[in-house]
C-alpha cells in the first residue's frame, strides 16, 4: 500500500496554530509526505469538518466564508477550529540520519538548535542565577504584561488576547528553561516553569474550545440538522462532526493533549541510534544466513522465518539486538502517535525496514468514492481504506494478545478503541484524559456508521460493552477518579488540571465554586494562578457568559491584594476597574492608603481616571477613613492630656493631600480638612491643625466660588459649600487667636532680668553697673512696648473668635437639605471646649498684664444675650470664671477704685 501518496493531509482545525517545539524549532524534526502529494478537498454544505491530526476522521476540507460576528479580530477571519499544524518546513525531506538525530535527541542537544541559547538569553538567564528566587525574577514582567496586553484589545478581539496570553507564557518558559538547565530541575525555577507551562497549555485550551462555543452559539438560528444520505463514511462522519458539538469539542481536546505532548518531543530523554537501518530485524537474518552457511543449529533458538507474525506464531524470540531495537521503536511510535504524528510514525517504520507496520498504521481512514458523486468523467482516485472494519477488529485483538509488547498493544488499542491496553501505558493525567477522549471519539464514530447502515460486519465482532458504552465528558473524569495511577490521582488535584477539567466539560459554575475553596483555603496561592485566574473571569466575562458574580469578585480582589503586595502599583488601577463600583471605590481607597511616597500619589490618581473610576469618591473615602481611625470622644479632656503630633496624627494631616491634585475637589478638601482639624483642637493638638490648615491652598475659597459661577452664575452657592467655607474662617479665626496667646506667653516669660549691682563696688564697678541697669531698663521698655502689643493682638483675635459674626464661632449660616448630623454634634462639642477654654486664656492674659478693669468686661460679654455665651460654660467653669473676676475686681479695690474699675464717688 502506497500510504505517502494516498495520504491526506491535516485538516484545516491544525493549520492555525503552531505547536510550541514548531515554531521554536529551527531543524525540522518531522518531514511530511512529499510535495506532490496531492491535496483533496470535499465541500460541505454547512459547517466546516473538525479536522483531527491522528485520529480515524482526518480528512480534508472547506473553510466556512460568510463571517458570523465581530467578536472575533476585526480583519482577520478566525477558523473555527483551532489545532496543531505541521512545522513550517513540513515539507521537506531529509535523509534518515539527519531526521533520527532531530527526532530523538537529548534534551540539551534539542535545545541547542532553539532560541534559548541566543546571545541575549544567554546573558539573561546568567544574570538570574545571581537572585536569590531566578523562577519570580524571570516571570515577574508577566503582571504588567498580561495588563498591556487585555488593555490593548478589545472585547471584539478576545481571541487574539488569548493568542497574546499564550505567545508570553511561552517566552517566559523559554527564558525559565535555559535557567533551569543551569539551575537544575529542583529548582524553584522549575516550579515556576512548569506553573506557566500549564497555564499556557490552558489558555490554548481556553482558545480552542471557546471559538467553537462562541461561533455554534452564533449559528444556532442559522443552522440546520440536515443529513444528506451517503454511500461514503468519510461524508457520514463528516455531517457527523459538523452537527455534533461534543464529538467536535471532544476531538479539540484530542488535539490539544496531542499537541502539548508534541511541544514536549524535545525533551524526549534517549537518544536512538537503531542497529537497524533500512533491514527489519537484521540481526537476526544474519544469524539465520551465518547458520545455513555452517550448517550448524544455534546456541539459543531463534525464529526461522521472518515474516512479521513470526515471532508469535513460533513462539521464538528474535536476536537481543532486534528484540532491543523493536521495544525502542515501538515505545517511539506511541510516542509519535500519542503527539498526533502518525504519518511520522509510519516513515519511522519505513525508515526502520518495517514497512508492514507503518501499513498496518493506515488503515484507519475513512473509505470514500468520489466517482459515486462528482459526475465526472475523469476518475478520481479512492480515498481510505473499504475493509476498515476488518482492519479494526484486527486492531482490537493484536491489543488483546497479551505476548506482545504492551506499548504495541497500546499502538493497535489507540486505532480501535480498546480503552484497556491504552491505559496501561498512560502514565500522566493528559496521558489518561487522552485515552478515553480517543475511545469516546471513535465508539461515537462507530455507533454514528451503524446507525447510518454503513458499518462493517466486522465491527459486530468487537466486545459488546465497546459498542454499547455511552461515553460523555463527565463520564470521563468520573472515570479518572477510579485510576490504579497514585501519580495520575495526584495530578487530578493540580489547580490547572482542575480548570481543564471545568472548561473541558463547561461546567462553569463548578469551576467558580472549586476556585472559591481556593480562595478560603489557609494555603495561598501562587500569585501566577491567581493572575491567570483573574485574566480567565475577565475573559468569560467578555463573552457574556454567566458566572458567579461574588466568586469572580473574590477572585479579582486576590489579585489586587497580590498586586498591592508586590507593590506593582501601575497595574492596581485596571483591575480594581473591573469590580462593581462601590467595592472598586473602597478596594482603591484602600490602596492608596498605602501609598506613602507623594510622588507617586499623583500617578495613581491618573491611572485610577484612565480606568474609568470615580476619583473623587475614592479620594474621599481614603480621607475619611483615615480621619476616623482611632475615634475619640469630643469631650472635656484633663491638662495631662497629650499634645504632641504622633505618627497617626502625621497619616492624618498627610492624607488630605490626595484632595488637593485636583482643583475640582477643592470643596471636598476643605470639609474633610475641617473634620479632621475638628479632631485635632479637641484633643488641643493645635500643632497639628495648624499644619492640616497650612496644606489647603489658600485660594481654596475663590476656587470653589469660581468652580460654581461657571456651572450657575445666579444662584447663591450651596449651602454645604457654603458652610464649609464658615467653618474654615472659624477655625482659621481659633488658630490664630491660639497662635497669638503662645507669642504672648511666650514673649511674657522671657522678660530681661534685673541686674543685681556689687556690694562695696570701686568706681570702675560702679559704672559697669550704671551701664547695665540702663541696659535693662532699655531692654525692660522694648519688653513692655512687645508685651503691650502682643497683649492687645491677643485680646483682638480672642474676641474674633468669642464674637464671632454672624450667629457666632461655629455656628452654620445656613440650613443643609440632608445636614450632617455627627458634624453638627462636633461643632457644638468644640463651642463648649475651646470658648471656655479662650475666655481663660484672655482673662489670664488681662490679670497678667493687670488690665483688671478690660477682665471685668469679659463678663458683660458672656451674660449678653445677644451672643449667648454665657450657655457654652459648665456650671464649674462658670464658678471658675466668677472666682477670677473677683479677684480682678479685689485687685481694683487694692487700687481704691470700686468693685467695676470706677473712682470711687466722694
Known amino acids: 500500500m502506497d500510504w505517502g501518496q494516498n495520504e491526506l493531509l491535516s485538516p484545516v482545525v491544525r493549520d492555525d496554530e503552531m505547536t510550541v517545539a514548531a515554531r521554536r524549532r529551527k531543524k525540522v524534526a518531522f518531514p511530511s509526505p512529499s510535495s506532490e502529494t496531492p491535496f483533496v478537498s470535499v465541500v460541505t454544505p454547512a459547517r466546516p469538518l473538525l479536522r483531527t491530526p491522528a485520529s480515524l476522521f482526518r480528512q480534508a476540507v472547506t473553510p466556512r466564508a460568510p463571517e458570523l460576528s465581530s467578536i472575533f479580530a476585526s480583519g482577520v477571519r478566525t477558523p473555527r477550529y483551532t489545532r496543531t499544524p505541521r512545522t513550517a518546513a513540513s515539507s521537506l525531506n531529509l535523509d534518515d540520519s539527519a531526521w533520527t538525530d532531530s527526532l530523538y535527541a537529548s534534551p540539551v542537544l534539542g535545545l541547542e538548535n532553539t532560541s534559548f541559547f541566543t546571545d541575549d538569553v544567554a546573558n539573561l538567564s546568567s544574570a538570574l542565577l545571581k537572585e536569590d528566587d531566578p523562577g519570580e525574577a524571570a516571570a515577574a514582567s508577566l503582571f504588567p504584561e498580561f495588563l498591556a496586553s487585555f488593555l490593548k484589545h478589545s472585547a471584539s478581539a478576545v481571541f487574539e488576547l488569548l493568542e497574546d496570553y499564550q505567545n508570553i507564557c511561552q517566552e517566559k518558559v523559554d527564558v525559565l528553561q535555559s535557567v533551569v538547565?543551569?539551575?537544575?530541575?529542583?529548582?524553584?525555577?522549575?516550579?515556576?516553569?512548569?506553573?506557566?507551562q500549564q497555564e499556557n497549555h490552558t489558555w490554548r485550551l481556553v482558545a480552542s474550545l471557546y471559538r467553537d462555543r462562541v461561533q455554534l452559539a452564533l449559528e444556532e438560528d442559522m443552522m440546520t440538522d440536515m443529513v444528506v444520505p451517503s454511500e461514503s463514511e468519510k461524508v457520514v462522519v463528516e455531517q457527523l462532526f459538523q452537527r455534533d458539538a461534543v464529538i467536535r469539542q471532544s476531538q479539540l481536546v484530542i488535539d490539544w493533549l496531542e499537541s502539548i505532548a508534541k511541544d514536549q518531543m524535545g525533551d524526549f530523554s534517549d537518544n536512538i541510534e537503531y542497529y537497524a537501518k533500512n533491514v527489519c530485524w537484521e540481526n537476526t537474518l544474519h544469524a539465520l544466513k551465518m547458520r545455513r552457511k555452517s550448517g550448524s543449529s544455534l546456541t539459543v533458538p531463534l525464529v526461522t522465518e521472518l515474516?512479521?507474525?513470526?515471532?508469535?506464531?513460533?513462539?521464538?524470540?528474535?536476536?537481543?539486538?532486534d528484540r532491543e531495537d523493536d521495544a525502542r521503536l515501538l515505545k517511539n511510535l506511541f510516542t509519535l502517535i500519542r503527539a498526533g504524528m502518525t504519518e511520522e510514525a509510519q516513515r519511522l517504520c519505513k525508515r526502520c525496514g518495517q514497512a508492514w507496520r507503518a501499513a498496518t498504521l493506515e488503515g484507519w481512514k475513512l473509505y470514500h468514492d468520489p466517482n459515486m458523486t462528482s459526475g465526472s468523467l475523469e476518475l478520481q482516485p479512492v480515498e481510505g481504506n473499504p475493509h476498515r472494519g476488518i482492519w479494526k477488529a484486527c486492531c482490537w485483538r493484536m491489543a488483546e494478545e497479551e505476548q506482545l509488547n504492551r506499548y504495541e498493544r497500546a499502538i493497535y488499542a489507540s486505532l480501535s478503541g480498546n480503552l484497556r491496553p491504552l491505559l496501561a501505558v498512560c502514565e500522566s493525567w493528559e496521558d489518561c484524559v487522552w485515552a478515553f477522549f480517543r475511545v469516546m471519539v471513535d465508539s461515537l464514530v462507530e455507533k454514528e456508521l451503524m446507525s447510518s447502515g454503513m458499518a462493517h460486519q466486522e465491527v459486530e465482532t468487537l466486545p459488546r460493552e465497546y459498542l454499547e458504552a455511552n461515553w460523555t465528558m463527565e463520564k470521563v473524569f468520573e472515570e479518572l477518579q477510579a485510576s490504579e495511577s497514585k501519580r495520575v490521582l495526584d495530578e487530578i488535584k493540580e489547580h490547572y488540571h482542575v480548570i481543564q477539567k471545568f472548561v473541558i466539560?463547561?461546567?462553569?459554575?463548578?469551576?467558580?465554586?472549586?476556585?472559591?475553596?481556593?480562595?478560603?483555603?489557609?494555603?495561598?496561592?501562587?500569585?501566577?494562578?491567581?493572575r491567570f485566574m483573574s485574566h480567565l473571569v475577565l475573559f468569560f466575562r467578555s463573552l457574556g457568559l454567566a458566572l458567579k458574580e461574588e466568586v469572580s469578585v473574590e477572585v479579582l480582589k486576590a489579585y489586587v491584594s497580590v498586586l498591592i503586595r508586590d507593590q506593582q502599583t501601575n497595574l492596581v488601577a485596571s483591575y480594581v476597574g473591573q469590580l462593581p463600583a462601590d467595592l472598586a471605590t473602597s478596594q482603591y481607597a484602600a490602596f492608596l492608603e498605602t501609598i506613602t511616597q507623594p510622588e507617586l500619589r499623583p500617578r495613581c490618581l491618573q491611572l485610577a481616571t484612565e480606568a474609568g473610576l470615580d476619583v473623587a469618591a475614592v479620594t474621599k473615602l481614603v480621607v475619611e477613613t483615615v480621619r476616623k481611625q482611632?475615634?475619640?470622644?469630643?469631650?472635656?479632656?484633663?491638662?495631662?492630656?497629650?499634645?504632641?503630633?504622633?505618627?497617626?496624627?502625621?497619616?492624618?494631616?498627610?492624607?488630605?493631600?490626595?484632595?488637593?491634585?485636583?482643583?475640582?475637589?477643592?470643596?471636598?478638601?476643605?470639609?474633610?480638612?475641617?473634620?479632621?482639624?475638628?479632631?485635632?483642637?479637641?484633643?488641643?493638638k493645635h500643632d497639628a491643625a495648624k499644619a492640616v490648615f497650612s496644606k489647603v491652598p489658600e485660594d481654596s475659597m475663590r476656587e470653589i466660588y469660581s468652580q460654581w459661577t461657571s456651572v450657575d452664575q445666579t444662584a447663591p452657592l450651596p449651602a454645604e459649600d457654603e458652610n464649609a467655607i464658615r467653618e474654615h474662617l472659624c477655625i482659621r479665626a481659633y488658630l490664630e487667636a491660639h497662635e497669638a496667646f503662645t507669642d504672648w506667653f511666650s514673649h511674657s516669660g522671657s522678660a530681661p532680668q534685673k541686674p543685681i549691682p556689687a556690694p562695696e563696688a570701686k568706681f570702675t564697678e560702679q559704672v559697669a553697673n550704671e551701664m547695665r541697669e540702663k541696659e535693662y531698663q532699655t531692654a525692660l521698655s522694648a519688653w513692655s512696648c512687645r508685651l503691650d502689643v502682643l497683649t492687645e493682638d491677643v485680646k483682638e483675635r480672642i474676641y474674633n473668635v468669642l464674637l464671632f459674626v454672624d450667629g457666632g464661632w461655629m455656628v452654620d449660616n445656613r440650613e443643609e437639605s440632608d445636614a450632617d448630623t455627627e458634624r453638627s454634634h462636633q461643632m457644638a462639642a468644640l463651642r463648649s471646649l475651646c470658648l471656655p477654654r479662650l475666655t481663660f486664656l484672655l482673662l489670664s492674659v488681662l490679670q497678667s498684664s493687670s488690665r483688671h478693669q478690660e477682665a471685668l468686661r469679659l463678663a458683660d460679654i458672656i451674660s449678653s444675650d445677644q451672643h449667648r455665651l454665657y450657655k457654652v460654660f459648665s456650671k464649674e467653669e462658670m464658678r471658675r470664671l466668677l472666682q477670677k473676676l473677683r479677684e480682678s475686681s479685689l485687685a481694683l479695690l487694692d487700687r481704691g477704685l470700686d468693685p467695676l474699675g470706677y473712682e470711687l464717688q466722694p
Open 307 to 321: 515474516d512479521p507474525d513470526a515471532p508469535l506464531r513460533q513462539q521464538r524470540p528474535l536476536a537481543d539486538l
Open 505 to 530: 466539560v463547561g461546567d462553569l459554575d463548578g469551576l467558580m465554586e472549586e476556585i472559591s475553596h481556593w480562595l478560603t483555603a489557609s494555603k495561598p496561592l501562587p500569585s501566577h494562578l491567581l
Open 630 to 684: 482611632d475615634e475619640s470622644d469630643f469631650t472635656h479632656h484633663n491638662q495631662t492630656l497629650e499634645t504632641g503630633t504622633t505618627k497617626d496624627d502625621q497619616k492624618k494631616i498627610d492624607v488630605i493631600e490626595w484632595l488637593l491634585f485636583d482643583p475640582a475637589h477643592r470643596a471636598e478638601a476643605l470639609k474633610q480638612s475641617n473634620a479632621i482639624m475638628r479632631k485635632f483642637l479637641a484633643l488641643q
Open 181 to 196: 538547565l543551569r539551575a537544575g530541575q529542583n529548582s524553584k525555577t522549575a516550579g515556576v516553569r512548569w506553573l506557566l
